[in-house]
């Protein structure tokens, strides 16, 4: 309904509701289906006259229009639906996000099970490292004319020289290493 318009209580008859009401609201009804659906609905009393809360509630219901705004009521019906629908819509999207997220969290391995892992390969080097040195200790003896009877002293620092190493590794928190090619 309009701002500036002030509906009448009761229209004295049919004509009257119609030209103060219906055209003035311009509601989308002809006079001649209006005077039809005012009998049919029973919307006249017996003194002719017809009330303004029979009106408004042809208005709603016969000609799907809200009273207070005049708009549409299929049309608010229809842009409510529309708006639960984009709503809908974006979850969906939303909930597709997660999911494709989840996947790539896969591709990406915890940060425990990497420090495992390289725990795992550093022990791995130390030992090997310590293994081979221990084996060519009788080469290092040879080359080095050193005394054969030393040999546990020799073997010794070095499997101390290659733990010194790796605690100095261990005890600076960071390991940065940049590999270069070695020509030959």
Known sequence: MQNDFTPKQTYKNRAEA?????????????????????????????????????????????????PSSGQSLVQVDHDSETRKLDLEE??????????????????YVKRETMNEREGALVGQILGEIRFQVNKSVDAVITIGKADPAKRAEIAHLLDETILSA???????????????DIEE
């Open 90 to 107: 974006k979850r969906l999207k939303i909930d597709k996000l997660k999911r494709e997220g989840r996947k790539d969290d896969k591709e």
């Open 18 to 66: 119609y030209r103060l009401f219906v055209s003035a609201q311009k509601l989308p009804v002809g006079q001649t289906k209006f005077y039809n659906d005012a009998e049919r609905l029973g919307m006249i009393r017996t003194d002719k006259s017809i009330e303004l809360a029979s009106l408004l509630a042809y208005v709603k219901n016969e000609l799907k229009v809200d």
């Open 166 to 180: 790796f605690r100095a590794i261990y005890e600076s928190g960071e390991i940065d290493i940049t590999f270069e």
